[in-house]
């Protein structure tokens, strides 16, 4: 059985665990419109198998006895781990709004609040500065993308 968890130590054994989550979360949104048939459904393939590759890698590994544990967690390392797991959040904070306000709210919103957390002094001040830039941002590229190249963007499904 430690041999088991000695798996979790091995970035193979993670990395194939991890693609394989995400393909198949990917997979499940891929609907029954002709457009999701070629790009969706082949990066969920190929996904499936980059994941297939690394959990049978790591599966030879556990046979062989020869597992390398490289996914070590340094004290030093923890603040990045913790900005990571941050804008994880912002990321799907930003997946929610998309759904609820429509493309350009969204992004506004999680630029603002990017630039805000990954910002090295949080005061006022840095927070009306990055509410004016995220607003230069989003209104440059409406025009830019609405007006120039005329790109559809995903608008709201709740105040519709």
Known sequence: ??????????????????????????????????????????ACYTLFSVSTVFLIKSLIKLFQNSIDKNVIILNEQIPSIINVIFFSFIVFGFLIALFAFGFWIASF????????????????????????????????????????????????????
């Open 1 to 42: 059985m430690t041999k088991f968890f000695k798996l979790f130590q091995d970035s193979d054994f993670l990395t194939g665990i991890l693609t394989l989550c995400i393909a198949s979360f990917c997979y499940a949104g891929v609907g029954d419109d002709m457009k999701d048939w070629v790009f969706p459904l082949m």
């Open 109 to 160: 919103l999680f630029l603002w609040a990017s630039i805000t957390y990954f910002n090295v002094e949080k005061n006022f001040s840095n927070s009306i500065k990055s509410l004016v830039i995220s607003l230069i941002a989003c209104g440059v590229a409406y025009v830019v993308f609405t007006h120039i190249f005329y790109v559809p963007f995903p608008e709201s499904r709740i105040f519709g």
